[in-house]
C-alpha cells in the first residue's frame, strides 16, 4: 500500500532532549516536505526536499533541521526542543516538486504528535 | 507567493450541495488552484486541481471563475464524512514550497 510514515505518532519529552521524527515514503516520491500545524495558525511548511541531497527552508525553520540522504526517508530533527515546539507535525510527498506541472497531489503521513515539556 | 481568501467556517446540510469560495486575485497566468481537506485527526488529502478550465473528478468539481480571481469547490451532495477543513492553495511554476492558509472548517448538519 502507497503510503507516508511517520513515526512515534505521539511523544512527551522535555526541554533540550534530542529528538527525531521519522518520515519515510515507499511510491518513490523525490519530493517531501514537513509542516507543523497549530490552532488557529493552520499549517506551515517548516523544510522541504526536492530530491536527495536537496532541504531547502519553509515558512518556519528555526529550531529544526532535516536531511535527506536516501530517497524514501525525510527525517525532522529537533536538536534542542523548546516548548514553542509542542505541536501536530506532518510529513508529505510527492513524485515531483508542487510547481512542476502544476499537478503534483501531496500525499500525508497521520502526524505526530510532540509535546514538549 | 499569491495569497488565497477563504472563509472561516460554513455549514450545510447533509445531501445538499456544498459551494466553496476561494478568492485568489493576485493570481498570476502560471498559478495552478488546488484543494486540500483534512478530516478530523487526519493529515490533510488532495481533493482537485485546476488551472483554467472546471475540473470534475470522483470527490468533487471545481469550478474556476473565468478572469481567474475566484475559484469554488462544489461537493455535489454533502454526506457527513465530508465535514472537514478544506484548504484552497496556489501552486506557481518553479514553486517548491506549498503555503496553506488556514482554510474553511466545513460542517454537516444530518
Known amino acids: 500500500e502507497a503510503q507516508v510514515t511517520q513515526n512515534p505518532r505521539y511523544l512527551i519529552t522535555v526541554t533540550g532532549k534530542k529528538l527525531t521524527v521519522t518520515c519515510s515514503q515507499n511510491?518513490?516520491?523525490?519530493?517531501m516536505s514537513w509542516y507543523r500545524q497549530d490552532p488557529g495558525l493552520g499549517l506551515r511548511q517548516i523544510y522541504y526536499?526536492?530530491?536527495?541531497?536537496?532541504?531547502d527552508k519553509g515558512d518556519v525553520p528555526e529550531g529544526y533541521k532535516v536531511s535527506r540522504k536516501e530517497k524514501r526517508n525525510f527525517p525532522l530533527i529537533l536538536e534542542s526542543p523548546s516548548p514553542n515546539q509542542t505541536s501536530l507535525y506532518f510529513c508529505a510527498s510527492s513524485l515531483y516538486f508542487p510547481g512542476l506541472g502544476g499537478n503534483q497531489p501531496q500525499h500525508f503521513g497521520d502526524g505526530t504528535r510532540l509535546s514538549i515539556l | 507567493d499569491a495569497k488565497t481568501t477563504q472563509p472561516n467556517s460554513m455549514e450545510s446540510n447533509e445531501e445538499e450541495p456544498v459551494h466553496l469560495p476561494c478568492n485568489h486575485s493576485?493570481?498570476?497566468?502560471?498559478?495552478?488552484i488546488h484543494w486540500y481537506r483534512q478530516l478530523p485527526s487526519q493529515g490533510p488529502e488532495y481533493v482537485i486541481h485546476?488551472?483554467?478550465s472546471n475540473v470534475n473528478n470522483r470527490m468533487a468539481s471545481l469550478a474556476i471563475a473565468e478572469d481567474r480571481k475566484s475559484s469554488t469547490l462544489i461537493l455535489h451532495r454533502a454526506t457527513l464524512r465530508d465535514a472537514a477543513v478544506y484548504y484552497c492553495i496556489l501552486i506557481r511554476g518553479s514553486q517548491g514550497n506549498l503555503i496553506f492558509g488556514k482554510g474553511t472548517k466545513l460542517s454537516v448538519k444530518p
Open positions: 493576485t493570481i498570476s497566468g502560471t498559478d495552478y
Open positions: 511510491m518513490n516520491h523525490e519530493y
Open positions: 485546476g488551472l483554467t
Open positions: 526536499s526536492m530530491n536527495v541531497e536537496v532541504t
